[in-house]
């Protein structure tokens, strides 16, 4: 199976047959905060990579002292990343799972609520000025706040040339992609939902071919939808479809299965999605990769032509293999995904040729391990949330719930170590394990 142990050594190109994989990482700069920690959970950057966002989970439900659910850095100097301020919750007891920022404008972001309690209305996502109009870097203010029908928003999408956001309600029975007109932040127009009945977990928008990438984890549709905004951005409509009904389950960790689809990511570049498997119990899930135009497949007929995983994975019996928030980069003739794999730390594969995607390079996201909350599931790190991409200045930037924010290079020149993971340093298996057990 593609991407796993041995293959490691094995060229993903037919023309490279004496080449070493090319994809490697290596740490730039670290940051865990001072004081009570938050359970950090989604970390991106704003368009010109200048800054970081980490949304968290601050209620004690969740293991925390902390009442933060936004976390801003300034990443001027990417080998220092430095808290320009840390967002207190808006109302008590909702947990933030995911934040953007504004596609289109500076000093805005927007960082999503949900309810901990099932009690609590279902807020939705706040509005933040961090330096748009009053609010500051270190004195940002909350212009608004949206609510959504059922239970809040768990993850959200900016749209990248329009003033558009695009939330999620958890709906099993139900449309839960909602579009929000930010034209004017301090006053957002929530619009109708749209999509299939179902509980949409994440979505991203493609501007190179105007749609919508949406992955959905449960309830009455589970599978990759593609939604079309190029005629209205705040009324999008469904093209195309992946079902993950009549698929197989994962059976084995090397094998491909179909469940809990958790992310859906383009590659800019080539008509290809790679789509991952967020899967708990006994087994992990990973990632598939998607035909969207690059062979026989479609937008309108998306089809799945191959499958890898996280370059350690294995039954769950301890910590957790499923992989979770990836990107993906071009370095010359080299296509490289980048992920936050929880016990995987981050790590990166090369996907240059679709059909075979190798894992390579990894980094155990476990450093002031010592100082971290450790009360936070699963107790220990690496338990690394996500990893994105920054064209603008070319880096990395991922989240560890445990120890904080990092930055990390990624390039396509050969990897490195005997297996192509990277260093011996940047990640040590066995001390990882046996800390689990």
């Known amino acids: ?105 500076d000093g805005l972001y927007y960082v999503t609520h949900e309810r901990d309690e099932n009690d609590l ?3 939705g996502m706040s509005v933040v000025d961090f330096g748009w109009g009053d609010g500051t870097p270190n004195e940002p203010e909350v212009l608004a706040t949206v609510e959504t029908p059922n239970t809040g928003s ?5 749209h990248l040339e329009d003033t558009v956001i695009y939330m999620i309600d958890k709906a099993g029975s139900e449309p839960g992609v909602i579009p929000v007109d930010v034209d004017d932040p301090t006053d957002p127009d929530r619009r109708e939902a749209v999509g299939p009945d179902g ?18 984890i449960g309830g009455d549709f589970v599978g990759y939808v593609i939604l079309d905004i190029s005629e209205d951005p ?85 910590g957790i293999w499923t992989t979770h928030f990836h990107d993906i980069l071009q370095d010359g003739d080299e296509t490289l995904l980048v992920d936050g794999g929880y016990s995987q730390g981050f ?23 010592e100082q971290g909350d450790t009360r936070h599931s699963p107790g220990t790190a690496p338990y690394n949330w996500s990893a994105v991409w920054n064209d603008e200045r070319e880096f990395a930037f991922s989240s560890d719930t445990i120890t904080g924010a990092y930055t990390f290079s990624v390039d396509a020149r050969p990897a490195r170590g005997k297996d192509a993971g990277g260093p011996g340093s940047h990640y040590d298996l066995e001390e990882i394990l046996e800390r689990y057990s």
């Open 347 to 369: 790590w990166v594969a090369n996907i240059t040729d679709p059909e075979n995607p190798v894992a390579t390079e990894r980094f155990a996201t476990d450093l002031e391990l």
């Open 154 to 158: 768990h993850t959200n999408a900016e």
């Open 121 to 123: 209305d279902p807020l």
């Open 199 to 216: 509980y949409c977990h994440a979505l991203e928008v493609d501007p190179i071919r105007d749609v919508l990438h949406c992955a959905y």
């Open 1 to 105: 199976m593609a991407g796993r142990g041995p293959n490691h050594n094995t060229p993903n190109t037919p023309d490279r047959a004496n080449a070493r994989v090319r994809g490697r990482t290596d740490l730039l700069g670290h940051t865990l905060p001072e004081g009570e920690k938050p359970r950090y959970t989604f970390g991106t950057t704003s368009p010109d990579g200048m800054w970081g966002g980490v949304s968290s989970f601050p209620s004690s439900n969740s293991g925390s002292d902390s009442n933060v659910v936004a976390t801003l850095y300034d990443l001027s100097d990417l080998e220092n990343p430095t808290v320009a301020h840390e967002l207190e919750w808006p109302v008590e007891n909702y947990r933030s799972n995911h934040m953007r920022f504004d596609g289109t404008r």
């Open 234 to 318: 705040l009324d999008p409509e469904e093209i195309g479809r992946f079902d993950y009904a009549d698929q197989p389950d994962y059976t084995e960790v090397g094998e491909p299965g179909f469940e809990s689809c958790h992310q859906a990511h383009f590659d800019p570049d080539r008509d290809i999605a790679i789509v991952g498997d967020e899967v708990f119990g006994e087994l992990p899930g990973g990632k598939h990769v998607f035909d969207i135009g690059w062979g026989e497949g479609s937008l309108a007929d998306p089809q799945p032509i191959s499958h890898f995983y996280s370059p350690d994975a294995r039954e769950q019996d301890v």
